[in-house]
């Protein structure tokens, strides 16, 4: 009933304006019905209804055993990102799918759905670029103003218990490095708390990783920034090309200068999602969709990262 699940109740209401819209509280003690839900009940009531869809939006530790119950009825599932909080329950939920059978499931990694990603990926794809040689990614926001309306110290960004961290919270960009580089091994971590948010959780992750190719990636998260940057940045043999995801802009720089590949700065970003959930009902195998097996990857990385990292002492 956060945030995210709001804006997916509206976003079905306009994808399914006739439908009806069941909510269900993680906590089962919330009856508050959202605006644009229909009903607010049981999950096992749910279950006996069996709806065309179901999409998971609770707090991370909690998507696992929910999405078993729904796979288990064959209700199409999409559950909202990271896929879960660790990849040990990652990897029990793919175990569950691969022993039943159960593939209608998709993660919502939205950013796949930024029409700037297709032209980056694409790009990047065509060989333009020549040999990569390096990749840099940076996303950072200040934690407090993510979500104006609570104090951020309560909110499930905070709480390692609920799958807070930087990591977690922001590992959109693992999602989109391994959908466009393939798989990547994790070569360093350095994970670091500021006396600034006062968190049990990082608010700093800096990651080195390295493809097949030996295309080096240097990622950065963190919670401080007061500014909201979100950039990539290839570096290659025949230039650089720069993917500013908030501005949607794709821009090329070589030898001859710059030349802009994409920018629509414009873009209504609520239609990453509306986009996802249409693509997942027309086509769930759309190669867009982030996977039960890709996300599971990305969470075997934040796994060990946590495991790897050398933790320093708040700054």
Request: charged content about 20%; aromatic content about 8%; overall charge neutral.
């Amino acid at each position: 009933m956060g945030s995210i699940a709001k804006r997916h109740i509206s976003n079905l209401k306009i994808l399914h304006p006739s439908s009806i819209i069941y909510v269900v509280s993680s906590t089962g003690k919330n009856f508050s019905k959202p605006e644009n839900a229909d009903f607010v009940i049981e999950i096992d009531d749910l279950l006996k209804i069996k709806p065309q869809l179901a999409i998971i939006a609770s707090p991370a530790p909690f998507h696992v055993n929910v999405a078993k119950k729904l796979l288990k009825h064959d209700i199409p599932t999409i559950i909202e990102k990271p896929l879960a909080n660790t990849f040990q329950s990652c990897s029990n939920l793919q175990s569950f799918c691969d022993s039943n059978s159960f593939n209608t499931l998709a993660v919502g990694y939205c950013l796949r759905f930024l029409p700037s990603a297709h032209v980056f990926k694409s790009f990047i794809e065509s060989g333009a670029l020549g040999n990569i040689y390096n990749v840099i990614c940076n996303v950072g926001q200040f934690l407090p103003s993510w979500r104006p309306n609570i104090d951020y110290k309560n909110s499930v960004s905070a709480k390692n218990e609920l799958g807070g961290g930087a990591l977690l919270e922001l590992s959109h960009e693992l999602d989109y490095l391994l959908w466009i580089f393939g798989d990547l091994t994790l070569q360093h971590s350095i994970l670091r708390k500021t006396d600034e948010l006062e968190l049990d959780v990082e608010d700093i992750a800096n990651l080195v990783l390295v493809n097949c190719n030996d295309v080096h990636v240097n990622l950065h998260l963190d919670f401080i920034q007061k500014s909201y940057q979100r950039k990539c940045e290839i570096i290659g043999q025949n230039g650089r090309v720069i993917w500013d995801l908030m501005k949607n802009e794709v821009t090329f720089y070589n030898s001859s200068g710059k030349s802009t590949l994409y920018s629509k700065p414009n873009y209504d970003k609520n239609n990453m999602y509306i986009d996802l959930i249409r693509t997942f009902e027309e086509d769930s195998s759309n190669s867009s969709l982030a996977t039960l097996e890709s996300s599971t990857k990305v969470l075997k990385i934040i796994d060990e990262a946590k495991m790897i990292n050398s933790w320093k002492k708040k700054i």
